[in-house]
Each structure stands twice: as C-alpha cells, then as structure tokens.
C-alpha cells in the first residue's frame, strides 16, 4: 500500500504489518496433496496463500497466458518467485484453474479449507 501512496511511519508499517499478520495471516504452509505430491508447482501455492484465499485462486479461471500475466504482477508487488517458478506456477494454475478445468481437477489441488 506504501507502493500505492499510503502514507505510513515505520512504527504504523510495523504496527500495521503485526495485526494483518495476526488477523490474516497464514499459520501453517498448506499441504501439497497426495494427489499433487510429484508436482513441483504444487508447494509454490502456499506462498499464494499468504496473502491470498484459495477461493479467489479457483474462481479465476485464467488461460497460462493470463495466469503468467498475474503472477507477474504479484512478483512485481513483492512476490518472491524465480522465472522459472512463475513459469511452474502458471501452466499449474492454468492446468488446475483455466477455462477447461474440470471441477475434479480444481478440487483436488489443496484439502478443504475447514473440515
């Protein structure tokens, strides 16, 4: 948000940074899947999930194109992937998420999000 023009003090960043954290932030990386298990891409998601719900990752429904696009632009506020990573990431996404994804395959990326 810095980024963006909001303007904070390291001690408000700080202090902001904390309660988001604790708010929102991840606990536990989430699982890579048995079904997942020999895809490497599989493991990059839980550094998605850090600031991102896997809901809002299932709904998007994006071509590799578009999933490359995004991921860029997540690398761009601060993601730390390697271009290889975001290659991994995106034919993943796009495999599991794109228009042709079946809804077995979307389901079967990561557990349920609550038992």
Known sequence: MIGWGASVTPAEKDEIVNYLSARFGVNDPAPVPA??????????VARCLTCHG???????????????????KMVGWGATLTEAEVQLLSEYFSRRFGPAATVTQRANVLPPLHD
């Open 35 to 44: 079904t997942d298990a020999n895809e490497p891409a599989a493991a990059l």
């Open 54 to 72: 896997l809901p809002l990752i299932e709904e998007q429904r994006l071509s590799l194109a578009g999933w490359k696009r995004e991921i860029d």
